[in-house]
């Protein structure tokens, strides 16, 4: 027959450490350290929030690497479509516009800047031009949607009220690097 004391001191010893187990847990359920149930759903709520709002922040760098590689791709298609390889292009492209829109270049003067780190050279651009107002007027808009980059920087008009009007005009280009 089994040792039923042996047995019982057993369970009593088990029961007792299930109460301590008990009396800890309802301790630090109720202890101010802890906080009240109200408090652990607030933190819980702030908390959820910001999981959210810092996932909404890391949504555009989702797919980076992809994104940088398609972004290099676009840049090299940018240069070779907008930017002259030879200086002789933008010459060729400022005198292009000038006769499209029915003006004459008086002078024009171009003076290649250091080139930058990423290998484009900015060329400033430095031009006199007569004609009509109104033809005037459509070289620079000519010249601000042209394919190949210019900015304008200094516009300066010139006339005597009846003939032909004198532009003055400060323009910035780029070659790309070879």
Known sequence: MPDLGKTRRNLKIAVAVMVVA?????????SPLVGSAESRRTEI???????????????PLEGMDKKIVLAKGQI???YKIRFAEKDSELA????KLAAE??????????HEEDAETSGIVPVQIEGSFSGDYLQ???????LERSKM????????L????????????????FLRGV
């Open 22 to 30: 008990d009396a800890i847990a309802g301790a630090v359920l109720l």
């Open 149 to 156: 980059f210019f900015t304008v920087d200094s516009v300066d």
């Open 158 to 173: 010139a006339g005597e009220g009846a003939g032909p009007v004198r532009l003055q005009i400060g323009l910035h280009s």
């Open 45 to 59: 709520r702030l908390l959820s929030a910001e999981l959210q709002r810092k996932t909404q922040d890391a949504k």
């Open 136 to 142: 005037l007027v459509r070289f620079i808009n000519s």
């Open 92 to 95: 060729t492209e400022l005198g």
């Open 101 to 110: 829109n029915g003006i004459h270049i008086q002078q024009a003067k171009y």
């Open 76 to 78: 090299g298609d940018f």
